[in-house]
């Protein structure tokens, strides 16, 4: 074959080539180049033919860059790799090149051939990932994720100059009723809103992150004094309490803050995130709408909150709970020490850790709560409870016997089978069982909680409102919740009788409920004077210290004349 047929074919070769290829002298002048070339660069043949290759640099690779890559194109005769070049309209773009080394018969270099792909596409592609991987896809923040690592690296500066920084975590106060009663829809705008309110309360060097469903995450950066941060958590919780504006409605919530400060309350990155979850916890324990600086009381609040949860699963294994109940009567009946009247019994579960000594329900049932314990303990109060009420049916003295229902048992998605089950097991009438629901519990999600509840009753069970006046009180779920009695809460009876605000409050009460075709029961009843006053309202139903403390089984069963 001849050389120019050799020739030919080459520039043949090079036209059809979809890659950027370019052919330069050892001194990096072009010489040959091919279409792709012009189309990547937006050059025309003629003004790169003849000019050196470093017309094209970016500016972003560093001396050191350029350097490596020749030493390595010396030794090896080759190199590749990612570099950013500049097109001819001056925007700089990466491309995946390939350098080879063309060496004369002596092997000294005499030509560079350089072959290029623009990337942009897969560069582009892949820092939309990076940015899903890091950043909450709804409000644009970073994520908990790059929030660590961010922690991380303030960690790792604060340690080298001295320097004083805060982690602050926010959580919205009463945001899932906004979902639960406005959407998923609206809930997504309010987060958006929020996550823009806290941003005004920040400085350009701050970090905002969304962490969770409805939880915020802040590095205040170079603070000049502790009480910084607690001014800074200050306006963004008064700040989140102003009213919002969502599809034309007003919409109110709040935000409780944690504050953790470096080096104080840690000097690593999980010190400082545990920290500040605890500080968070006691401003939500303590009314919400709170912010609370991290302290060494709160560390051994949680030792003792995990020390409480690792005992309750032992405890139930060794039969340590037990249920005391508290008898509830007729109000026109209501007699001290006496059963006249006796139309069922609260079952209260009691914690005996050894003989004689129980560990206050005050303690166990919040960390129950929390950690999902309350579910098994749930289930093994109601299997109890209607034991025990079978026994005293079949013994011919009935006893409609109230069980507690906490929020999560409805959530995990098979109570009403779980109640038929205990039903079917004990062979207790059913009218024989009522369920008590807090406001709250049903609130969560009361679409789904009253279809629920709505099977259950279609047993023939009971429901009533626990603490009924304490939550939201509203009569629209009144008139949609499948209930047949109101409890009211014992903070309205013990003001019953220092104004007349307390007995109005009750007397409301008992009419809406008479209104709705539902029975009252009053709870905390202690004295005479109570006890007359809630007979004249027309309440139905006392329970209180007056007619019975909450006794043992054993002592129960003597109260209704079983032993």
Not at 163 to 181: E, W
Request: proline residues 3%.
């Amino acid at each position: 074959m001849s050389a120019n047929s050799e020739l030919l074919i080459f520039k043949k070769i090079l036209e059809n080539t979809s890659e950027a290829v370019v052919i330069t002298d050892p001194d990096g002048s072009i010489l040959e180049l091919n279409e792709a070339m012009s189309r990547m660069t937006g050059f025309e043949r003629e003004e790169m033919l003849g000019r050196n290759s470093r017309m094209f640099k970016s500016g972003r690779h560093s001396h050191d860059f350029y350097r490596e890559l020749w030493e390595t194109l010396t030794a090896e005769g080759h190199w590749e790799g990612e570099i950013w070049d500049r097109r001819k309209d001056g925007s700089v773009y990466p491309k995946w090149q390939t350098i080879n080394v063309v060496r004369g018969e002596s092997g000294e270099a005499v030509n560079y051939i350089g072959v290029s792909t623009d990337i942009t596409v897969i560069k582009e592609a892949e820092e939309k990932l990076n940015h899903l991987a890091y950043h909450d896809p709804l409000t644009g923040l970073p994520n908990r994720m790059l929030f660590s690592d961010r922690v991380e690296h303030e960690v790792a500066g604060a340690r080298r100059t001295g320097a004083l920084f805060a982690v602050l975590y926010v959580d919205l106060d009463r945001f899932k009723h906004v979902n639960d009663s406005l959407g998923h829809v609206a809930g997504d705008t309010l987060l958006v809103q929020v996550a823009d309110r806290i941003k005004e309360c920040l400085r350009e060097s701050d970090t905002l992150c969304r962490v969770g469903g409805d939880e915020f995450a802040v590095v205040l950066q170079n603070l000049e004094r502790e009480e910084n941060a607690g001014m800074v958590a200050q306006k963004l919780v008064m700040r989140v309490s102003q009213r919002f504006e969502i599809n034309g409605k007003d919409v109110n919530i709040g935000a409780s803050v944690g504050i953790a400060l470096y080096p104080k309350d840690g000097v690593d990155t999980d010190s400082l995130l545990r920290k500040a979850d605890g500080a968070l916890y006691n401003a939500k324990e303590e009314g919400k709408g709170l912010y609370r600086y991290a302290c060494g009381d709160l560390e051994r609040v949680n030792r003792s909150r995990l020390e409480i949860e690792g005992r309750m699963h032992r405890a139930l294994e060794r039969g340590e709970f037990v249920l005391l109940y508290q008898p509830q009567v007729a109000s026109p009946d209501a007699t001290p020490g006496f059963d006249y009247g006796l139309q069922g019994a609260e079952a209260l579960i009691r914690w005996q850790s050894e003989p004689g000594v129980f560990v206050c329900p005050g303690e166990f049932l919040p960390v129950a709560e929390d950690t999902g314990f309350i579910a098994p303990l749930g289930d093994w109060v109601l299997l109890q409870a209607c034991r025990d009420a079978k026994r005293w049916e079949d013994a011919g003295r009935p006893v409609q016997v109230s069980v507690n229902v906490a929020p999560r048992q409805f959530d995990t998605g098979d109570f009403e089978r779980r109640v038929a089950g205990v039903l079917e097991t004990t062979g207790l009438s059913p009218a024989l069982l009522k369920l008590e629901v807090t406001e709250s519990g049903f609130m969560r999600n009361i679409g789904r909680v009253t279809d629920i509840m709505n099977r259950i009753r279609a047993l023939g069970v009971t429901f009533a409102i626990d603490d009924f006046g304490t939550g939201y009180s509203s009569m629209n779920y009144l008139n949609r919740l499948p209930v047949d009695c109101l409890k009211i809460d014992q903070s309205f009876v013990r003001t019953m009788n220092d104004g007349e605000s307390g007995a109005h409050i009750v007397s409301a009460i008992v009419s809406m409920a008479k209104a709705f075709g539902l029975s009252t029961a009053a709870e905390g009843v202690e004295t005479f004077d109570q006890l007359r006053a809630l007979q004249e309202f027309g309440c139905d139903l006392i329970q209180g210290f007056l007619i019975s403390r909450p006794v043992s089984t054993e002592d129960f069963e003597r109260y209704i004349g079983l032993s």
